[in-house]
């Protein structure tokens, strides 16, 4: 495997559900991150992590809930999520903060 | 106000010419980086190019450049001898150095490029 990768690319989950979403770099880097990207809205960056500390929660709902147990891996943990919640969820990582991000393929969400 | 500005939904090109998406950023940060990336429609998002807010030559990157004008707060990307696999979603980004390492995003642009 190289670069960024995500699973699962699809995801459907009821609202009452808990599942998480995954994300490995294969990359070397320091720093990750989720962005979350709805229809005809702008991607929103949700959490960065640096060396697995938590750098940045940009003001998002509890109900999404990360995990960083080493610099290669990210996870995003879900529950009791909304419809509105459905998204194209994207993982990135970085060498370092101010360096160009690469970007997983993204998992798609579906809130039912 | 909105700190990057992508005024154009959708561009058409034909092969082979030359196409510039617009981009226009608002910062009073000194220190800033501005970035393109494409989204096919397979969804990842593809880091193309970047720029300093300190560099005085624009930034190439094979049939890529950007066209910064600093006074002007723009950023323009160039694609020269389009081909139809750049089809896709371009995105054009900042970060501001000084206040946080938050990549902000345009609304993006969705360019088709026609045989």
């Known amino acids: 495997e190289t670069g960024v990768t995500q699973t699962p690319r699809h995801l459907v989950m009821g609202m009452t559900n808990k599942k998480s979403l995954k994300c490995e770099q294969h990359l070397g880097h320091n720093a990750m991150y989720w962005y979350k990207q709805s229809a005809k809205k702008p991607l929103e960056l949700m959490f960065v992590?640096?060396?697995?500390?938590?750098?940045e929660n940009n003001s998002v709902p509890s109900r999404f809930s990360p995990e960083c147990p080493n610099s290669s891996h990210l996870f995003l943990h879900l529950h009791t999520l909304q419809p509105e919640d459905s998204a194209l969820y994207l993982c990135?990582?970085?060498?370092?903060?101010?360096?160009?991000?690469?970007f997983g393929p993204g998992t798609r969400l579906t809130v039912t | 106000a909105q700190k990057i500005t992508q005024t154009q939904p959708g561009m058409f090109v034909q092969e082979k010419e030359a196409v510039t998406l617009d981009c226009t950023y608002d910062?009073?940060?000194?220190?800033?980086?501005l970035f393109w990336y494409k989204q096919p429609s397979s969804g990842e998002m593809i880091f193309l190019i970047y720029?300093?807010?300190?560099?005085?030559q624009n930034a190439t990157e094979g049939r890529y450049s950007l066209n910064f004008q600093k006074a002007r707060k723009s950023a323009n990307l160039v694609i020269s001898a389009s081909q139809l696999g750049d089809s896709a979603m371009y995105f054009c980004?900042?970060?501001?150095?000084?206040?946080?390492?938050?990549?902000?995003f345009g609304s993006g642009t969705r360019l088709l490029v026609r045989p």
């Open positions: 720029q300093g807010s300190y560099d005085e």
């Open positions: 910062t009073s940060d000194q220190s800033y980086g």
């Open positions: 990135a990582s970085s060498q370092a903060l101010s360096v160009e991000q690469y």
């Open positions: 980004a900042m970060r501001e150095m000084d206040s946080s390492y938050k990549l902000i």
């Open positions: 992590y640096n060396f697995k500390e938590q750098t």
